[in-house]
């Protein structure tokens, strides 16, 4: 069955929200909408799009800023008077969360009361304890409550899980994940801690849920350094280390003060190694055929010589493209509202976001106090 959903917060995310939910494609609208540039239109819309017209429908909006409120009415959206509007309509089946971090607790709480599910943006809350009241009211209502972690359906990320799962470089036993941009924090709410602000909180999120996704270890130590370049009030960026069980070693990054990236992904496997450069996913895999290089001669590397640092031929290794992942863009959107039919088990949940939120919560402590983390 359809179901109707209410968009509380009409700014950036939000108005993507309503647009594609308005038009029915979806995440897959977002390319037009945002990017004129036909290869990075091609990363949103992936082989798969689910129709979410059969399945979701805009019932209206709300913002406290009257601007954004103008612009949904604007594009033909029903403007609810307040929140209050919204919750007392009995015709809403679900809230969408999309305003600053700091809000969500509260308003994901009252909307469950109301009786509505809610679809909430990351960070879901900025920290573990305001998750918990919530899942506590999710279980007292049995209202659903979603966490809309959206990046575990990047492509860069899906060809990446791709590579760990198939072994495409053997067993993986590091992988660096990282994100650099140049533009400081944004100078809205972002930049502020009572607001839920911090890079961490911003793109950490993303990192940590979608590697905890894909690995299903246990992590054994975490170390994390923030960093405070552009922002003394918030986290600007972070550089993390996390040890898993088996050995297996994860570097996460943000960084918002470089003017020249290093690739998003870096995966090491006991036969090759993989790089995913951009967001545009160009990259490749080297595999090794053989570790026997007898022939092997030194380099000169700086003022010395090595072998050991010397690199590979092509007799030694093969040099293949990245795979390409299939997925479908909208699948959490459409799992949502499969879950709440009970078609479906829900693929993004509180225990996981409440599990990343612990996490950040040791790095911050780790940063903090400079030590590492050990856990159970
Ligand atoms: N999943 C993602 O990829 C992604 C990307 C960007 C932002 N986000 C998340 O979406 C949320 C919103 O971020 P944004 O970039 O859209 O911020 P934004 O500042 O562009 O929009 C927030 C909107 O909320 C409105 N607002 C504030 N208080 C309100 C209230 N009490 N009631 C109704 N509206 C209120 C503001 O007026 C503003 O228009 C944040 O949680 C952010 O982390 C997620």
Redesign the pocket.
Known sequence: MKKRVAI???????SGHAIAIASGTGIAVWGDVFQKDESLKAMLTGPIDTDISKKLELAGV????PA?NAWAAEQGYFVYAD?DAILQDPMVDVVLI????H??KD?AIAAMRAGKHVLC???VTPNSAELEAIMAVAAETGKIFYP?Q??RWDRDFRIVKKIYEDQLVGPVFAVESRIQGSRGIPG??RGKKEFGGGMML?WGV?LLDRILFMIPEKVKKIFCDLTYITNDECDDGFKMHLTFESGLTVSLEVGTCHFISLPIWYVAGKDGTAVVNNWQCEGKIVRLKSWEDKDALPILAGAGLTKTMAPRDQDSTNEYELPEAVFDNNELYSNLVDTINGTAEQLVTSEEALRVLKLMEAAFESSEKGIVVHFE
């Open positions: 509380l917060g009409c700014g950036g995310m939000g709300y913002d406290i800023d954004r929140y999309a305003t600053p971090n809000l969500h308003q943006e990351k960070p809309r959206n990046r809205d709410w911003d993303h």
